[in-house]
């Protein structure tokens, strides 16, 4: 798991990906409904007061909700799961903080017939802290070889990822050392411990570092024999390219909003905006909800039922669908009512608002010219 996090730091194009789910997923609007009895949305009312709201808006001192779900939500897209440790005082039987906590350093207790007793934390200097049940929170993407554990996209493509670094670091190397990949010096006879390190430090005098690029070089005691491969011998620029569109695959992450600017044109943005927050955003934003309220809210025992979290849609409208869905609607209406179907009835069957028609007022002429 250390890997995987690792990678987003090391690959540029996984930190755009990564960043960007983390932080569109961390700026969603949320807010505490009561329930319905009817157990329809639009009949909750908001619960503007309550100390599980309290909490999840400002989850300990030192992180922001923001800042709390960015961070998980980064453990997640990386690894497959993301940990909330529930901070408790010994004085109250509710929660009082919500932590992120590293997945590589949490371990699940099993059991044979209830499934898990616990968890295990590992602290930064070794020390082992056992967890109860209920002072732990696990959000995890099912792994098909492990309950316990969950299996994120970037484990999937743990080879691809290296290309990509070896690739930026061989680039790196190559105008780090000399601008020219290595070869051998031959000798016609072997070399005493003196004559071999002399020899080596005028090379390197003479030829190691950027500004001592493609300079004759003069071997007083054997020949140089190329071995190098050239950039474009290993085309390193379409090995990258490759891997990073098996990265965005992974993710199933949209080109455009990678700023990629390529084939791209308003339509095509505008709608990668849409994909973006409705296939990738709001599955998560739903992780989240299962969590909180299926997880979260009965820990706080009476005071956390008959209450749910919910967010705000994240999907932006679709302003060509809309047009399209009106345009069909309108004309469906025409067809009802030349059938002699009643107008508020047709209405209501395709889906438009009540509406009213004033007849336009012809203005009376009293005269040749209306004066």
């Known amino acids: 798991m250390v890997q995987q996090m690792t990678a987003m730091g090391t690959v540029g194009t996984l930190f755009a990906m990564v960043d960007a789910l983390s932080e569109n997923t961390a700026q969603a609007e949320w807010k505490l409904w009561a329930k319905s009895a009817s157990g329809r949305t639009e009949d909750r009312t908001e619960v503007t007061r ?4 309290k909490i999840w808006n400002k989850p ?3 992180y922001t909700r923001q800042e709390f779900v960015q961070t998980f939500q980064q453990h997640r897209d990386l690894t497959g799961e993301a940990w909330w440790l529930v901070g408790r005082d010994r004085r109250a039987p509710f929660p009082m903080e919500l932590w992120p906590v590293r997945p590589d350093r949490m371990d699940v207790v099993r059991h044979p017939t209830e499934f898990l007793t616990g968890y295990v934390y590992t602290g930064p200097e070794g020390e082992r802290v056992p967890l109860n049940r209920d002072e732990v929170i696990q959000l995890r993407r099912p792994n098909p070889l492990d309950p316990y554990r969950g299996m994120g996209p970037v484990q999937s493509i743990l080879a691809d990822l290296d290309s990509v670094r070896y ?3 061989w680039n790196r190397n190559f105008f780090r050392n000399s601008a020219e990949p290595g070869g051998i010096i031959e000798v016609p006879e072997s070399l005493g411990d003196d004559e071999f390190y002399q020899l080596r430090e005028r090379w390197n005098e003479q030829h190691r570092g950027v500004a001592q690029a493609h300079r004759v070089a003069i071997l007083e005691h054997g020949k140089w024999v190329d071995r190098k491969f050239s950039q474009r011998d290993m085309q390193f620029a379409e ?3 490759v891997s990073e569109a098996v990265l965005m695959k992974a993710f199933r992450f949209p080109v455009p909003m990678l700023g990629i600017s390529e084939d791209v044109n ?3 943005a505008d709608a990668a905006e849409v994909v973006f927050a409705r296939r990738l955003i709001k599955p998560r934003l739903e992780a989240i909800k ?3 309220n299926n997880d979260f809210l009965p820990l706080f025992g009476s005071t956390g039922q ?4 919910d967010f705000c849609d994240p999907v932006p409208e679709d302003l060509e669908l809309s047009a399209k869905l009106l345009t069909a609607r309108s004309d469906a209406a025409k067809a009802l009512r030349d059938a002699g179907w009643n107008p508020d009835d047709i209405l209501s069957a395709v889906g438009l608002p009540e509406m009213t028609y004033d007849s336009p007022q012809v203005p009376a002429q009293t005269g040749a010219f209306g004066g």
Not at 50 to 53: A, C, D, I, N
Not at 306 to 309: I, L, R, Y
């Open 239 to 241: 090995l990258r390219g």
């Open 290 to 292: 299962q969590a909180l």
């Open 167 to 169: 690739s930026a670091e």
């Open 60 to 62: 300990n001192q030192f």
């Open 50 to 53: 309550h100390l599980s709201l």
């Open 306 to 309: 008959g209450v749910e979290f």
């Open 266 to 268: 308003r339509a095509n």
